[in-house]
């Protein structure tokens, strides 16, 4: 867990009322003790062990007050966060992770198993690439920029992340949520362009309440609920039920079947999407 926990909450109370039984929690872990503090709450809440790691800290005690990844020196610190957050969750012998919210790019997945949920369709690429990747707004924002009805949540088995290849959320996509449309608020797309082409040579900060930034953070607030909420509970169960696969090929199958996703709602029951199928959108 990185922030306020909504993920992991929805995880947990479904695990505990029994709605999914699949899997059992052995503990949760923060990078971010200072802010985090839903991460101790939910523990207590639950009767299990908090850990942390504080990766500012451990950035900052190496002598770099930035974590971003923007130098051999600063991946080489992220290793080796890395490799202690993996000895210090290990002792609870952890059969696969759940990133709830968790938002360093590290490597635990070459330790164990993780799956994520991501606010994007990782379905839609172009040219062979997923265009709905990336942090925080960005894949809403470019939903919106692209002219796309909706937007969904989608949950890979996460892989190992390498700033050479520029690999972030990759991984085979284990679910995907249902369509949620977009709502634009009223606005049309070119006013959303232009709000983009404002933002050259200005830092994040400036542009952070702009008029696509707060469109696309409204809509991440419905897609947490909507999207997060159903499928990353589902996915995750299926998953720990041995009901995922991958065959020789790297290809993902579901209850023995080639499958592309499965899509999961709150109502219906989970259907499998073909490889050979276009999602319905």
Request: charged content about 25%.
């Amino acid at each position: 867990m990185s922030g306020s926990g909504t993920n992991a909450e929805c995880l947990l109370r479904d695990w505990r009322t029994g709605v999914h039984t699949s899997w059992n929690p052995c503990v949760i872990a923060t990078d971010r003790p200072k802010t985090c503090f839903r991460a101790q709450e939910l523990a207590e809440e639950y009767g299990l062990p908090c850990v942390s790691l504080d990766l500012h800290e451990f950035y900052r005690v190496r002598g770099l007050e930035k974590t971003i990844l923007d130098s051999p020196r600063a991946l080489e610190i992220r290793d080796e966060w890395t490799d202690e957050l993996w000895h210090t969750i290990q002792p609870f012998h952890p059969d696969f992770g759940l990133l709830a919210g968790f938002v360093p790019l590290s490597n635990i997945t070459t330790c164990l198993p993780c799956l994520n949920v991501h606010p994007g369709d990782l379905t839609v690429e172009e040219d062979g690439r997923r265009i709905f990747t990336g942090l925080h707004r960005e894949p809403t924002e470019n939903a919106i920029l692209k002219g796309f009805p909706h937007i969904r949540s989608s949950v890979i088995l996460a892989q190992a992340f390498h700033a050479a290849e520029g690999d972030i959320d990759g991984g085979p996509i284990l679910g995907i949520s249902e369509a949620l449309p977009l709502d634009l608020g009223g606005h049309a797309r070119e006013e959303f362009e232009e709000c983009k082409a404002a933002r050259a040579g200005k830092k994040a900060a400036e542009y952070k309440n702009d008029l696509l930034a707060c469109t696309a953070l409204a809509n991440i607030e419905v897609l947490k609920k909507r999207g997060d909420q159903i499928v990353f509970p589902q996915a995750a169960d299926d998953f720990a039920s041995g009901k995922f696969d991958l065959d020789a090929d790297g290809g993902l199958l579901y209850c023995g079947e080639p499958v592309q996703t499965v899509e999961y709602s709150e109502k219906e029951p989970p259907k499998p999407v073909k490889r050979t199928c276009k999602i319905r959108e």
